[in-house]
Nanobody
């Protein structure tokens, strides 16, 4: 079992930045693909970004490409999401998740590709 705890969310204005953290416990995550997802009120949970086990490969949703950066520190069992140039449409609960699938499996861009989830952290962006 892996427990994930997200932090770093908050209320900001459009154009501001936030850095989300996801700390894992119970098992090392160094060999796993990690992902960030988000869910706005009344919407489906959607893919934001993923990163492979070494941190050398990443993939982003088109809506955040160029503004968000996913990274990881395996020594700290932690994954990050740096969010710059935030927009009101980025408002959502952000979740990190662990996948036991290969990074190159397309399912790692879907909710169904992940096995363990955190409780989420709220990000609210005002205009």
């Amino acid at each position: 079992q892996v427990q994930l705890v997200e932090s770093g969310g908050g209320m900001v204005q459009a154009g501001d930045s936030l850095r989300l953290s996801c700390v894992a416990s119970g098992r090392t995550i160094s060999s796993y693909t990690m992902g960030w997802f988000r869910q706005a009120p009344g919407m489906e949970r959607e893919f934001v970004a993923r990163i492979n086990s070494s941190g050398g490969s990443t993939r982003y949703a088109d809506s955040v490409k160029g503004r968000f950066t996913i990274s990881r520190d395996n020594a700290k069992n932690t994954v990050y999401l740096q969010m710059n140039s935030l927009k009101p449409e980025d408002t959502a609960i952000y979740y990190c998740a662990v996948s036991r699938m290969s990074y190159y499996n397309v399912q790692t861009m879907a909710v169904t590709g992940y096995d363990y989830w955190g409780q989420g952290t709220q990000v609210t962006v005002s205009s």
